[in-house]
C-alpha cells in the first residue's frame, strides 16, 4: 500500500462517518489512490476514478433537484374521456362469460368493467387454458394500444397484456395488477403482496368474481398517477365512493409497498378529495 | 417487487465498475456499484453532495477555487479528467463579442452561434438530446429556462460564471447564458471564470474559417474510415427491422389478428 499524503475531508454515508484520504499509488506509473475509510470498512479507487465518481453524485444532484422543482403536467379531469354507462347487455354478457370460465374451471378476477370492455386477471398458469377457451368460442385476438406491438415493454418477467374481442365486448386479460413505470412506455407488476391480494378476497356477486375493492382502488390510483398523470373522471367518483377504504390498516400497508412515506399524505388527500394536488405532490415530494 | 416509480439520475462506468444512481420516489434514493448499493435519504444525499463539494475543492487545492461555483452538469460531463491538472483560477471582465462558441467540434463568434441565433429568430432549437441537458428537459426549455433565470436572477446566478480554458475565449460551459447575456443587452462586459492546466493548449482560432474547413475535412476523414463499421451497423438494424416486423407475438391465436384500434377503443383505456 502507498505512503498516506494526507487526510482530504470526512464525509457521511447514511449514518456512517469516513475519512477521504489521499494516498501514493502502490506503483509510481499508477498515480495517488483515494481511500474511503474508517475503522470498519474502506472503500479504494484511483484519484482519478474519485474524480468521476464524485462529479457523477454531484450532478445525480442536480438532477433530482431539478425533477423535484419542475412543474408536473397534470391532466385535467375534462381532457381526460368520460365513461359511458355500462349498460344492461354488457352486464348479461359479463355474466355469461363468467359462467362460461366457472364451468371451465377457470379462475379470474374481474379488475373494471367498462360498456363493452371488461378488465380482468387470471393467473399465469392458466393463461394458456383461458387462450384455448377463447380460440374455441370464436374471439378475435386484437392488438392492445399499450402492448408489447405497440412499444410497450413488460419488465420482471410481466406477461403483457392481451386483448380479445368477444361477442362484441372487448376483454383486457392482465397476469398481474399492473403499473406504469416511470421509464416511459414500461409496464411493471406491483408488489407480491398486491398480488396476492388479488386472490385473496374476491368480492362475488352472482357469479362474477371481481378483484377486492383494495386492489381495484390501487389499480385506479397507479393508473391515474403513473399513466395519465390525471385522475379520469369515473377515477375520482370511484375513490371518492370508496374513500372509507383507505381508513383501514391492511389498505395503507398494501399503498406503503407502492407510494412508500408519501402514503398517509396520499391518503389524507384522497379523504379530503383533493385529487388536484396528489399527482404534483407526490412527483415533488422529498418527504424521504 | 421494487419501487414503481424509478429514475435513474445518473449512470456510467468507473474502470471496470458500474455505477448508477436512482430515485425512487417516497422511498430512497439509491447508489449502486455494481452488485452493491446504497441507500440514502433526501438529507443524507444533500448532506453527501455538500461533502463531496469540500472534498474535490480541498483535493484540487488551488487558491480561490471552490467547485460548488462550477454546474455539476458541467463538471460531470467535460472538467473532472482536467481537474487534477488546474494550476490557476480567476475571475476576469470580458467582452461578450470577444466570445467564441464551439458547436460540434466547430468554432463560432458568440454573435453567429446557434443559441443566440435560436433567441434571434425566434425558431425553436430541435435536437436529438444531448448529455448536457437535464433529465426531460429539451434544449429549447434549456434555453427559456436560462432566459428566465437571468431576468429574474440577473448574471452570475449562484456564482455560476461562463467558464473558458487557458488564454482563449473558447466557452466551455456558459454558452446558452453567454447567447442570452448577448441577446438581451448586446455587447456588454461580463465576469467570466478562467481556469488554467499545466496540459492544455489552447486551438489556433485566429483564422477561424480556415480551423472550421480543417475540422470539417478531418471530421470526414473520420466518418469515411468508420464508413464500414457503420455500413454493417445500418445492415444489421435494418433486418432486425423487418424481422421484427413479421415476428408473430407470444400467444397470438393463428389466423384471426387484427391490428385496428380506432379511438373509442383508446379513449376506453385512457378513462379508468
Redesign the interface.
Known amino acids: 500500500m502507498g505512503e498516506k499524503i494526507r487526510d ?7 449514518k456512517s462517518s469516513l475519512m ?1 484520504e ?1 494516498n501514493e499509488g502502490y506503483t509510481a506509473s499508477e498515480g495517488r489512490l483515494i481511500h474511503i475509510q474508517n475503522k470498519k470498512f474502506r472503500y479504494l ?20 433537484d ?2 423535484k422543482n ?1 412543474t408536473v403536467e397534470v391532466m385535467n379531469e375534462n381532457e ?4 359511458d354507462e355500462v349498460s344492461d347487455l354488457t352486464m348479461q354478457k359479463l355474466h355469461n362469460f363468467a359462467v362460461m370460465l366457472t364451468l371451465d374451471n377457470i379462475d379470474y378476477r374481474i379488475l ?1 368493467v ?1 360498456n ?2 371488461i ?1 380482468m386477471i387470471v393467473k399465469e398458469e392458466e ?2 387454458r383461458l ?1 384455448n377457451f ?2 374455441k368460442k370464436g ?5 392492445h ?5 405497440n412499444g410497450y415493454r413488460f419488465l ?1 418477467q410481466m406477461t ?1 397484456f ?1 386483448l380479445y ?1 368477444y361477442d362484441d365486448i ?1 376483454f383486457e386479460v392482465y397476469c398481474q395488477l399492473p ?5 416511459p412506455k414500461t409496464w ?5 403482496s398486491i ?1 396476492k391480494e388479488i386472490w385473496q378476497h374476491p368480492e362475488e356477486n352472482d357469479v362474477i368474481k371481481k378483484c377486492s375493492l383494495a386492489c381495484r382502488c390501487i ?2 390510483l ?3 398517477i ?1 399513466f ?1 398523470k390525471g385522475f ?4 375520482k367518483v370511484f375513490l371518492r365512493e370508496n374513500k372509507t377504504i383507505f381508513c383501514s390498516d391492511q389498505m395503507r400497508e398494501l399503498l406503503e ?7 398517509p399524505s396520499l391518503i389524507g388527500q384522497i379523504q379530503s378529495d383533493n385529487f388536484d394536488t396528489i399527482i404534483p405532490k ?2 415533488s ?4 | ?7 435513474k ?2 449512470s ?1 462506468r ?2 471496470k465498475s458500474k ?1 448508477w ?1 436512482d ?7 439509491h ?1 449502486h456499484i455494481d452488485d452493491n448499493r ?5 438529507e ?6 455538500d ?6 475543492t ?2 484540487v487545492d488551488v487558491d480561490g477555487f471552490d ?1 460548488s461555483q462550477i ?3 458541467f ?3 467535460m ?3 482536467y ?2 491538472h488546474l494550476t490557476g483560477y480567476s475571475i476576469e471582465t470580458v467582452n461578450l463579442g470577444e466570445l467564441y462558441a464551439p458547436y460540434h467540434s466547430y468554432i463560432y463568434r458568440l454573435k453567429n452561434s446557434k443559441g443566440y441565433k435560436a433567441l434571434k429568430t425566434g425558431i425553436e432549437i430541435k435536437e436529438k438530446r444531448r448529455n448536457s441537458q ?4 429539451t434544449e429549447s426549455q434549456r434555453m427559456n429556462d436560462i432566459l428566465k433565470s437571468i431576468k429574474e436572477n440577473g448574471y452570475p446566478h449562484k456564482c455560476h460564471y461562463i467558464v473558458v480554458y487557458g488564454n482563449d475565449n473558447i466557452i466551455r460551459d456558459g454558452q446558452h447564458r453567454a447567447s442570452c447575456l448577448y441577446y438581451l443587452y448586446g455587447n456588454i462586459d461580463v465576469p467570466i471564470l478562467r481556469l488554467k492546466f499545466d496540459n492544455y493548449k489552447s486551438p489556433d482560432i485566429s483564422n477561424l474559417c480556415w480551423y472550421n474547413m480543417m475540422t470539417f475535412v478531418k471530421k470526414r476523414m473520420v466518418w469515411s474510415i468508420s464508413f464500414v463499421v457503420k455500413f454493417k451497423m445500418l445492415t444489421y438494424s435494418v433486418v432486425r427491422f423487418f424481422l421484427k416486423r413479421f415476428k408473430f ?5 393463428p389466423g ?6 380506432d379511438e373509442t ?8
Open positions: 482530504i475531508h470526512p464525509i457521511k454515508i447514511g477521504i489521499l479507487l484511483k484519484e482519478n476514478d474519485f474524480y468521476h465518481l464524485s462529479t457523477m453524485v454531484m450532478r445525480a444532484w442536480r438532477e433530482f431539478y425533477i419542475q381526460l374521456p368520460i365513461r373494471d367498462q363493452k370492455m378488465t393463461l394458456s387462450k377463447l380460440e374471439s378475435v385476438i386484437r392488438n394500444p399499450f402492448g408489447p406491438n420482471y403483457p392481451l374481442e372487448l403499473c406504469a413505470s416511470l421509464t411493471i407488476p406491483l408488489d407480491k398480488q389499480y385506479h397507479c393508473w391515474a403513473f395519465n379520469s373522471p369515473y377515477s409497498v407502492v407510494f412508500f412515506n408519501y402514503t407526490y412527483y415530494f422529498i418527504g424521504y | 417487487m421494487s419501487n414503481p416509480a424509478v429514475i439520475l445518473q456510467g468507473i474502470g455505477i444512481l430515485d425512487n420516489f417516497g422511498e430512497s434514493i447508489i446504497v441507500d440514502l435519504t433526501v443524507e444525499f444533500r448532506q453527501l453532495y461533502d463531496l463539494c469540500v472534498s474535490l480541498k483535493l467547485v454546474d455539476p452538469v463538471l460531470s460531463v472538467l473532472w479528467p481537474l487534477p437535464l433529465l426531460n428537459q407475438a407470444k400467444g397470438i391465436v384471426k389478428l387484427s391490428l385496428e384500434m377503443m383508446k379513449a376506453m383505456f385512457l378513462s379508468k
